[in-house]
Each structure stands twice: as C-alpha cells, then as structure tokens.
C-alpha cells in the first residue's frame, strides 16, 4: 500500500515507455491497478508463434532505388507512414484493468508480428518486447551497422539527397542503424499493460537527411568530423597526451636553455681551440708580443744568496796592485769606518814600500790606499783609504760556531771580475794547509788550519769574505787546490775544482788588531827546531837548531816541559798530527800565552806535556 504517499519506481522495475516526444508517456495505469500493485505493473507476455507461418520463408529482395522526387523504400501507390509494406495504424487504446492491458498488448504484438499485406513473409522470430540481442532489433536478417560518426547517420549502403524530411516521419534514435530498404524494420518494445498501444512510427525515407546532432560541450575528439575550412575554428581536440602543467614547462624552457648555452659553448670552444692552433702554428696576426712577467718587489729573503749579498756587497772592495815591475788584483773588505781594509799578504805584496794600491767600491768609487801591516806567517794584510767617508764595515762572525755542512756565500773579483758572488757549503774544518814558498827559505810560507769550502773561489777572489747566513764574515779567501799542482794562492793557472780554503776569522781578527796597532803581528811559539824532512807520522824534534843554535830554545817553553832534541810530537790538545807543518798549523791557531797539552813519544814510549805558549815577531 500506498498510504497516500508518492509512487516511486523500485529498484527492480524498468522505466516505463517514452513518446515520440522523449517524454513518459502520460496514459498510466487504471486506479484499480495502482491501489492492487502500489504503482507496479506486469508486462504483457510476448504473443504466441503462429502455427502456421510454416517455419521457413523466402526474404524479400531489395527494392530498386527509387527515382528523383519520390521516397526511397516505399512501394508505388503506398501511404506515407508505412514502411515495409505494413500500413501505418493508430495505437489501440488500452482495455480497463490487467487483464484488458495483457489482451492488448498480445493484439499489439500479433499486429506487429503478422504477415503483411503484400504477402512478404513473417521473421522467423517474434519481435522481443524486452529489445534482449540477439532477438531485438536490428534482427539476425539485418547487416552489421558500420564504423560511423555517433550522431544519426543513413542507412548503411543508402545514397542520400539533400532532401529534407517528409512530414509526419521521425527520426531514428542517434546511434540506431536504419533498416535496409525492402526489410521490415524492427519491432517497437510494447507498452506497458495499462498504456495505450503506440502508433507505429512512419516509415523513415533512406534518401532523408538526418537531424544535426547537439553541440557537445566537452569538445571530443571527432575522426571523422570534417575539416575545419580556412581561416575558420575548429573545436578544442584532445589527442590523449597530458597537458603539461607551468613547472613542467618551465623546466622544459630551462632545459632547453642549459642544453642552447652547452652548444655554444662547446661550438665556441672548438672554434677558439681551432684559431688558436692557426695563430699558433703561423704565427698569429700582425706583430708579435712575447708574454712577460711584471715587475716585483727587489726584496729577498734575509738569509737567501741574494739577501746575504745584497747586505755585503757595499763594503767589500777590489784592489789594484802594482810595484817592482807586478801588477795583480784582489779583493778585501772594510773592518771599520776609519778606512781599514783587511786582505791577503800576497794580494799587496808586489807593491813593497813603495808601490801603488788603488781601492774601487762596489759603487764604482775609487780611493788610493796605503799599506798598514802585513804579514807573511798568517797571509794576511790591512790597508787604509783616505778621504772617503760613510764606510760600511762588514760583520764578523764566530769561525768557532761554524759546522761542515753549514751555507756559506764567497764574494770578490775572480780574473778583475769585481763584486762576483758564488755559494756553498763548509766542506771540512781545521783543514792545515801551507801556502807561499817562492822565496826557498821558508820566510814567506803561510800555514794556515783553514776552512774549506766548495764554493767557487778563482784567482782574484783573495782576501774577499767567506761569509754566514746572517752575512757575517767568518773567513778570508786565500787559497784554492788547482788540479796541476799542489796548494799555492792567485798564481795557479786553473780555476776552481772546488777545493777553496779561508783563513778562519778569528785568526783574521787577532792579527788585523795587531796590525792596526803595532803594525806587525806575533805567533805563538813552542821554542823548538823541527825537521822538516821526517816522513815518518808525527813532528820530530831536530838534532840541531837554526844556524847552529841548540834545538830546543833555552828557558823557552818546550825546554820547561822537559822536551828534548830527537822527540816525536803526535797530539796537540788530543788532535793527531803527522807532519811538521800541521804542527806549526795547529800552534799558530793559538793565541801566545795559550796552554797547549801535547803528546811526546820517547824511545818507544809516550807521554803528555803541558806547556804555555810563548811570542815571536811576525814578518
């Protein structure tokens, strides 16, 4: 029941038949139905086969195609509104109650189903009222609709005029295939019980052009839409990729832009490596200009060759000899700011007492110098320049402090090459040398316990400094080892094999303060005569002093430590010596008035003396 409230059609029922118009159909059921069945109803059940359709049938040929003017599928002297030979009829109006509803609708479906009039034969098959395939339209007699636009198109085969509609006929459903002509078209869906039989639609010319379809708002992709004429606008279309979204294009644009900018780089890259192999191999255009670095600071480290000789250039000298027939050049330096330059002996020795010494300074100035003192036993000499002022006296160091192996720096005027600067290193100490003897007597024999170096010293580089990597002085330049002789000072013919040997500075300085003051310098002494032609190891004494006198001087210091005629020295203060002259090397380093301990050997046997050194006039 009801209960006065609204019909509202069941999930399960199926919606009623709609008129020509689309619309429900108004006619409804009779109240009696609508009270039993609460707005539900039971559709007529399909008519029974006709017994004697006989089963099988022969079907109708197509029609001709009609001519112009006339309707295509309709037979000659047919109303209009029949189609397939079946003359249109009115809708029979529904019988009172079910049971007329069910009546009818069998009559409906036998009127449908029945042979028509012209004796075509009947489908093998009675119309469904359900439109269930395959038994609904179009029918198994029907071609298969073809691959067309969704909108009402003609029947398939049917060539169309540009015609319009006949009145009193209606248009296919959209997506309803036409039926061919000469077939019966299929068989409308009955109405429900309680609705009035529908009139059968009128026939529909094949040659009839179709409704235009309705706009459709989303703008579909049409294939078979015509094409847009020009100049005009054809719909949006879609043709299933994705609309990029603004990152996306702004990552394509950035993309887009690295990937231009790497092209021309790599295209400018291979264009300037290609002109730069061309000015390269031909020598580029117009003049050419050699790269060159700027100008920099003229500062140097304090402790480098240029930095130390930067420092000692200014106060050291090249000396010019000349007298007795001699020329020769040396080098020195200046001790102080009254004019003292220390040099070798040798270097002024050919100028005597009455030669000329003529001083040039690093500037290029050049003074006169006199010879102060000189002395032969030490090879050492100091001179004076008069009349210069603002002189730069060089530092002097400890040669004490100095170790093999330590950085040295040789400055002078090797073959009058003045102010020529070489390095090295200490290559050996307490190195007991003897230079001089031109003479034959033994008067101008210099004997030295020198420094050695491999810094390049040359002939001209006498009585220049040796000096530290603070530039301090802690030698002079004496003597070099030529490769044809034994030791001799500027008169070997070769340059360096680097074997160069300096008067210590501590030596240099005791004898150069004597020199200033007293003009003459003293050595210290054992007393004794040696013979210098033992060749065994060690110092002998010698069996006879000079001119006749006694060996060993008397009340001299070796005759107070007991020494004697014939005795063999080996140490000096625990140092090994194995020759006369390193003897007289090793005393000379010494101050007079210094303790010397020394090793004697006597008859086989040894012993150690102690004694203090004594003063002799130098020359």
Request: no cysteine; charged share 20%.
């Amino acid at each position: 029941m009801n209960e006065g409230k609204p019909t509202k059609a069941k999930w399960w029922s199926r919606p009623r038949p709609q008129g020509l118009s689309g619309e429900p159909e108004s006619a409804g059921p009779a109240p009696g139905d609508l009270a039993d069945t609460d707005g539900d109803f039971e559709l007529a059940r399909p008519a029974a086969r006709q017994a004697d359709d006989g089963g099988d049938y022969e079907l109708r040929r197509p029609e001709p195609v009609p001519a112009d003017g006339e309707p295509a599928g309709v037979p000659a002297g047919m109303p209009v509104g029949a189609e397939d030979g079946v003359p249109a009829t009115s809708a029979v109006p529904a019988q009172g109650g079910p049971a007329g509803s069910a009546v009818a609708a069998g009559k409906a479906v036998e009127a449908a189903s029945a042979v028509p009039a012209d004796g075509a034969p009947a489908p093998l098959h009675d119309p469904d009222p359900y439109s269930t395939p395959p038994y609904g339209e179009p029918g198994p007699w029907a071609p298969a609709p073809p691959v067309q636009h969704p909108a009402a198109t003609p029947a398939h085969g049917v060539t169309t005029a540009d015609r319009p509609t006949l009145p009193g006929t209606s248009v296919p459903p959209q997506g309803t295939p036409a039926a061919p002509p000469g077939v019966p078209g299929p068989a409308a869906p009955l109405p429900p019980p309680s609705a009035p039989t529908p009139v059968p639609a009128a026939a529909v010319h094949a040659d009839a052009r179709p409704a235009a379809p309705a706009p459709d708002p989303w703008q579909r992709y049409d294939p078979w839409a015509a094409p847009v004429p020009p100049g005009g606008h054809g719909p949006l279309q879609q043709n299933g990729a994705g609309v990029p979204s603004t990152e996306q294009r702004r990552r394509r644009g950035r993309k887009a832009l690295i990937g231009a900018a790497v092209l021309l780089a790599l295209v400018s890259g291979g264009v300037g490596g290609v002109a730069g192999t061309y000015l390269e191999r031909n020598g580029g255009v117009g003049t050419v200009e050699l790269p060159q670095a700027g100008k920099e600071s003229a500062a140097r480290g304090a402790d480098s060759v240029a930095g130390i000789a930067g420092r000692a250039l200014p106060s050291v000298v090249t000396l010019h000899v000349s007298g007795s027939g001699e020329q020769g050049t040396g080098t020195g330096f200046v001790l102080d700011t009254r004019g003292h330059i220390l040099t070798n002996n040798h270097v002024v020795q050919s100028a005597g007492s009455t030669g000329e010494i003529t001083v040039t300074f690093n500037g290029g100035e050049t003074a006169e110098a006199e010879l102060v003192g000189r002395d032969s036993g030490y090879d050492l000499a100091v001179v004076k320049v008069k009349g210069v002022r603002g002189l730069t006296p060089l530092p002097l160091g400890n040669s004490d402090n100095v170790q093999v192996g330590d950085p040295v720096v040789a400055i002078g005027a090797p073959f009058d090459l003045a102010g020529t600067v070489t390095s090295g290193i200490i290559s050996a100490k307490q190195r007991p040398i003897t230079a001089g003897g031109e003479k034959g007597d033994g008067s101008d024999v210099s004997y030295v316990d020198a420094l050695q170096t491999d810094a390049p010293i040359n002939p001209g580089n006498s009585g220049g400094p040796l000096l530290d990597a603070e530039a301090r002085v802690i030698g002079i330049n004496s003597a070099i080892r030529s490769a044809d002789s034994g030791s001799e000072l500027d008169s070997g013919r070769s340059g360096s094999i680097g074997l160069g040997f300096a008067i210590p500075i501590n030596q240099g300085k005791r004898v150069a303060e004597e020199l200033i003051n007293t003009g003459k310098a003293t050595h210290p002494v054992i007393g004794i005569t040696l013979d210098m032609d033992y060749t065994g190891d060690g110092a002998r004494v010698a069996a006879e002093g000079s001119e006749g006198g006694p060996p060993v001087t008397v009340g001299g210091p070796g005759a107070k430590a007991g020494i004697k005629a014939g005795d063999v020295i080996t140490e000096v203060d625990g140092q090994r010596v194995h020759s006369g002259e390193e003897l007289i090397v090793k005393t000379r380093a010494h101050r007079p008035g210094d303790r010397l301990e020394l090793t004697v050997e006597r008859a086989g046997k040894e012993r150690t003396v102690s004694l203090v050194l004594g003063s002799s006039g130098g020359s």
